[in-house]
T-cell receptor
Framework: NAGVMQNPRHLVRRRGQEARLRCSPM?????VYWYRQLPEEGLKFMVY????????ESGMPKERFSAEFPKEGPSILRIQQVVRGDSAAYFC?????????????FGPGTRLTVT | KQEVTQIPAALSVPEGENLVLNCSFT??????LQWFRQDPGKGLTSLLL?????REQTSGRLNASLDKSSGRSTLYIAASQPGDSATYLC????????????FGKGTLLTVNP
């Protein structure tokens, strides 16, 4: 059973370009979470999605960031018009359910560098 | 608002030593607590998950304890090895959300041969 997969693992974008980060959850998992790890900071929750639904996007910056989890295919975190402050590691996690205590399994992350 | 603090921020020990990493959280109403390992440039590996009703969990040389009332958890590593060198992260699931993990900044552990 493959784990959570993220691609690309490393992404370099120039200021003003768009970044698309992909996440395929573990088989059988329909709950996806995105976290961001800024340099010297802890991981911070960004968004929680189920298939075709955004459940909680309270951790997402108000502008330029969006996320989706379509019926078919991976979850996508999209950052428009990237700025240097977006440089970070973006981690995706998935779980089988939303029950309290349900374990989240993390992917290897995508390291975004904005030049 | 839940806050998680990990002490120390960095720790360097000789091989073979037993060691303790500390994690504290401000809101004791947690659902569970997880310890993760993060290697440089890599993802997170879950080490131990302790449900709120449990006091401790063990896996091999690792033992994690949880004292919910005092808002503390410890990760005990026995007979440390150079391969244990990594950043150890503590995260809690709490509050009105049963899915938002709140992470500490981690403890960077170096085990010297």
């Amino acid at each position: 059973n493959a784990g959570v997969m993220q691609n690309p693992r490393h992404l370099v974008r120039r200021r003003g370009q768009e970044a698309r980060l992909r996440c395929s959850p573990m088989k059988g998992h329909s709950h996806v979470y995105w976290y961001r790890q800024l340099p010297e900071e802890g991981l911070k929750f960004m968004v929680y999605l189920q298939k075709e639904n955004i459940i909680d996007e309270s951790g997402m910056p108000k502008e330029r960031f969006s996320a989706e989890f379509p019926k078919e295919g991976p979850s996508i975190l999209r950052i428009q018009q990237v700025v240097r402050g977006d440089s970070a590691a973006y981690f995706c996690a998935s779980s089988q359910s939303w029950d309290r205590g349900s374990e989240q399994y993390f992917g290897p992350g995508t390291r975004l560098t904005v030049t | 608002k839940q806050e998680v603090t990990q002490i120390p921020a960095a720790l360097s020990v000789p091989e073979g030593e037993n060691l303790v990493l500390n994690c504290s959280f401000t809101d004791s109403a947690i659902y569970n607590l997880q310890w993760f390992r993060q290697d440089p440039g890599k993802g997170l590996t879950s080490l131990l998950l302790i449900q709120s009703s449990q006091r401790e969990q063990t896996s091999g040389r690792l033992n994690a304890s949880l004292d919910k009332s005092s808002g503390r958890s410890t990760l005990y590593i026995a007979a440390s090895q150079p391969g244990d060198s990594a950043t150890y992260l503590c995260a809690v699931l709490s509050g009105g959300s049963n899915y938002k993990l709140t992470f500490g900044k981690g403890t960077l552990l170096t085990v010297n041969p």
